[in-house]
């Protein structure tokens, strides 16, 4: 996504978030909450951008607990 769009759609979050919650915010948190929603954007574009195919797995460290003797 371009930055003009992906601008446009934190805007359009933002605002709805600030429709809902904006009277129990104040304007320090809500400006916090406009960087959190750009961010949580960058971050999920960023990950659209990897591109997978179907025998891709997450990878996961199995470790047995072992109790303490």
């Known amino acids: 996504m ?15 978030i600030k429709n809902r919650y904006g009277h129990l915010l104040k304007p320090e948190q809500l400006e916090e909450v ?21 025998t891709d797995s997450p990878a996961i460290g199995f470790r047995p607990y072992r109790a303490k003797r």
């Open 2 to 16: 371009s930055k003009p769009a992906q601008r446009s759609e934190s805007e359009l979050l933002f605002q709805m």
């Open 34 to 54: 406009r960087s959190q929603v750009e961010l949580a954007l960058c971050t999920s574009e960023e990950m659209k951008a990897v591109k997978l195919s179907e």
